[in-house]
């Protein structure tokens, strides 16, 4: 069984959807029971990241996440609270990652949204995937490059596509929004 953490974001039932269609049970859920019991876990999120860290602190999950010893996967926002720090309303976050998140300078268009390359890949996430294929981003925010970095991607500058620190992933892309090559990326996470 999957776990799925619900929380204060958008875009979670997107994520259910994708492994349901590549066979997986998952389960939304707040309950830190299940979260901990649970084979793997999925962190996804839309949303803005002050509100979204004082929700899982209410709830105790910021603990609960910290906590986790199976695989865990954040996406987006997901990916963003993992780091140490983000400019979005002045947020310290989980620091899973020793990563800082900062806001796009207004040089292009901004959020960050469609379709963009990854490069540099370093991780099991990858296996069987080259470089060559685009994913789905949608984002203002990004996670600066740094030693957890396992992916990167240009827009307007540099910064981490993907994150991997032991047990814990992130991507700021959506696999469940990347068609084959994100079905790809989920089916390798379940995998793990």
């Known amino acids: 069984m999957i776990a799925i953490i619900k929380y204060n974001a958008g875009n979670i039932a997107s994520v259910q959807n994708a492994l349901s269609r590549l066979g997986y049970d998952s389960i939304i859920t707040d309950n ?29 999950l910021d603990k609960v996440i910290l906590s986790i010893k199976q695989p865990i996967l954040g996406i987006c926002l997901g990916l963003q609270l993992m780091c140490n720090y983000s400019e979005e309303g002045n947020t310290e976050c989980l620091g899973i990652f020793n990563n800082q998140v900062k806001q796009f300078p207004p040089l292009d268009k901004v ?82």
């Open 32 to 60: 830190a029971e299940e979260i901990l019991s649970a084979d793997k876990v999925i962190f996804p999120g839309v949303g803005e990241a002050s509100s979204a860290m004082q929700y899982l602190k209410e709830r105790k």
């Open 111 to 192: 959020p960050h949204m469609g379709w963009n390359n990854f490069e540099e890949l370093k991780s099991e996430l990858f296996n069987g995937i080259d470089a060559t294929n685009d994913l789905y981003y949608v984002h203002s925010y990004y996670a600066e490059l740094g030693e957890n970095t396992v992916a990167t991607c240009n827009y307007i500058k540099p910064f981490s596509a993907a994150l991997q620190k032991n047990n814990f992933y992130a991507t700021q892309f959506h696999p469940e929004k990347s068609a084959d090559i994100g079905t790809q990326i989920l089916k390798n996470f379940c995998a793990l």
